[in-house]
């Protein structure tokens, strides 16, 4: 079987496109929301988020709305309580986000354990990448467009706001409003990406690209462009392998991704493990030295 062969045969299966669509927009999605999470040190905020989801996607299912009404409005409404908690009490925000995401996951699982459905319920913390229909297709593509284009759209507000909150306030912008707008996106960006690897994984793909890329690149802008390229690597390669292992999709993205995460911490050029090792003049050869910014 040629290389051609291999990456071709797949591709005869409607199913297979369809997981492979999901798993390319939800990474992408991912990749960059994950800059932002990195950067501002919400990794935790994004594991929160992923797991407050459960409750809503099982409710949605016993409604026989579509799941991503339920995963919104739930997430959505964690973060809320996230804040209320952390901003009304002594509680401080690390505290505040434990207790908010391990009750909401273990309601969930209690709704998974005492409803009735028709529906294999654990797909909900596993994932079905290979079960997704034209429905969860379009779903995901419209709600993965829509946070692309306002994630670009306030990318210069966004990454002012990471940067230094008080500077952004003393040139007028609101950072209490930018606060909020990137946690709605997050929000989104979990439901978005739940369809690929389930609740439990899904906090791998909105941490894990950025932080590989924030190992290989000093500058933002480059990460926004580096975290969905690696994600994108990580979708494809993780859900070929799957294929041809018969393993779980959802899963092999994840590995694939945790093993580019840790080919950067080795061996990233300035903050890899062996990099920062070497010689500070044997890194670049002379004459291709970075310029500063």
């Known amino acids: 079987m040629t290389l051609l062969d291999w990456m071709l045969e797949p591709l005869q299966y409607d199913f297979m496109v369809r997981a492979l669509s999901v798993s390319l927009v939800a990474a992408v999605v991912c990749g960059l929301m994950s800059c932002w999470l990195v950067l501002i040190g919400w990794s935790l905020m994004g594991d929160a988020v992923s797991h407050s989801v459960l409750p809503g996607v099982v409710l949605a299912y016993l409604l026989g709305a579509p799941f991503a009404v339920g995963a919104l409005v739930f997430g959505l409404a964690a973060v809320a309580a996230i804040g209320v908690i952390r901003s009304t009490s002594?509680?401080?925000?690390?505290?505040?986000?434990?207790?908010?995401?391990?009750?909401?996951?273990?309601?969930?699982?209690?709704?998974?354990?005492?409803?009735?459905?028709?529906t294999d319920l654990t797909h909900i913390l596993f994932g079905n990448l290979l079960g997704v229909g034209v429905d969860d297709l379009v779903q995901v593509l419209v709600l993965g467009a829509a946070t692309v284009a306002v994630l670009v759209l306030k990318r210069r507000d966004?990454?002012?706001?990471?940067?230094?909150?008080?500077?952004?306030?003393?040139?007028?912008?609101?950072?209490?409003?930018?606060?909020?707008?990137?946690?709605?996106?997050?929000?989104?960006?979990?439901?978005?990406?739940?369809?690929?690897?389930?609740?439990?994984?899904?906090?791998?793909?909105?941490?894990?690209?950025?932080?590989?890329?924030?190992?290989?690149?000093?500058?933002?802008?480059?990460?926004?462009?580096?975290?969905?390229?690696?994600?994108?690597?990580?979708?494809?390669v993780g859900l070929y392998l799957s294929y041809y292992l018969d393993t779980s999709s959802g899963g092999m993205v994840v590995v694939a991704m945790g093993t580019l995460f840790l080919l950067a911490y080795l061996f990233a050029p300035k903050h890899g493990l062996v990099g920062r090792r070497l010689p500070r003049g044997r890194r670049l050869p002379r004459g291709r030295r970075p310029i500063a910014s």
């Open 90 to 118: 002594r509680v401080k925000e690390d505290a505040a986000i434990g207790v908010v995401f391990t009750t909401l996951f273990a309601v969930g699982i209690v709704l998974i354990s005492v409803i009735p459905s028709q």
């Open 158 to 236: 966004l990454t002012l706001f990471a940067f230094d909150p008080a500077h952004a306030a003393a040139i007028g912008l609101r950072p209490r409003l930018l606060s909020a707008l990137l946690l709605g996106c997050l929000a989104v960006t979990v439901v978005v990406a739940l369809q690929a690897v389930g609740v439990i994984l899904v906090v791998a793909l909105v941490i894990i690209p950025g932080a590989t890329a924030y190992l290989l690149t000093d500058r933002f802008g480059r990460m926004l462009v580096i975290a969905p390229l690696i994600a994108a690597v990580s979708a494809i």
